[in-house]
């Protein structure tokens, strides 16, 4: 892989157990990006997890090495088109994958995902870990 990528959350966690597989996939990488709500999502995992503060200090690590994608009107204007055309095509998927879909679009950049639902989401480029 050339060029830049976004993680989304099960990409980043991947990253953060040392999983082989996306740490050389990542390796040609060029820079890689953080959707907010990714950051997010990571955040409550930690908390939520058996070693609390081990995770927040992996996670914290993984952030500082990456670029977040900031968000703003223009990303909730992209959430809403993209949230009213998956609607439409009764094709409905988790909000914040929709928010981290619109971020992406906005940013024009690619989305490392195995999430196949994100291939619904017309313009969004999808790189599948496999």
Do not use: W
Not at 11 to 29: R, Y
Not at 85 to 92: A, D
């Amino acid at each position: 892989m050339n060029g830049n990528v976004a993680l989304d959350t099960n990409i980043a966690i991947a990253v953060l157990k040392g999983e082989t597989g996306v740490a050389e996939k990542l390796q040609n990488a060029g820079r890689i990006f953080l959707p907010l709500p990714v950051v997010g999502e990571l955040f409550f995992g930690a908390l939520n997890s058996q070693r609390a503060e081990a995770n927040l200090s992996r996670t914290q690590q993984l952030i500082q090495r990456s670029t977040i994608l900031q968000m703003g009107s223009e990303t909730a204007s992209l959430y809403a088109r993209t949230r009213m055309t998956l609607k439409q095509k009764e094709r409905p998927i988790p909000e914040n994958d929709i928010r981290i879909a619109a971020s992406c679009l906005e940013h024009q950049v690619v989305l490392m995902t195995n999430d196949t639902h994100f291939q619904s989401i017309e313009g969004l480029a999808v790189e599948p870990l496999g």
